[in-house]
């Protein structure tokens, strides 16, 4: 399984999008250093990890950890004399 930890502005399938793996895959370590870059070139992340759990002899849980970046709630200009806020 592929699980999603700490995104909240992206969504789930944009991620698992860009992943060069899907479930039911035969897992290849080299393939974790290429998803982490694939995901920070979206540019929403400061940080991005990925964990793995045995599930059986054959199985493992793929778990990608995201910390995403803040996105800004308001611009506030000052000291503008010349404009009105809806200008």
Do not use: C, H, M, W
Not at 26 to 55: K, V
Not at 64 to 71: D, L, P, S, T
Request: glycine residues 4%; without cysteine; negative net charge.
């Amino acid at each position: 399984s592929i699980s999603i930890r700490g995104n909240k502005l992206v969504t789930q399938a944009a991620l698992l999008a860009r992943l060069p793996f899907r479930v039911g895959d035969a897992f290849n370590p080299a393939t974790t250093a290429e998803a982490i870059r694939n995901l920070y070139a979206l540019n929403y992340f400061n940080t991005i990890s990925i964990d793995l759990e045995d599930i059986s002899d054959t199985e493992v849980a793929l778990i990608i950890n995201v910390q995403e970046k803040k996105k800004i709630e308001s611009i506030t200009y000052e000291g503008n004399k010349n404009l009105t806020p809806d200008e």
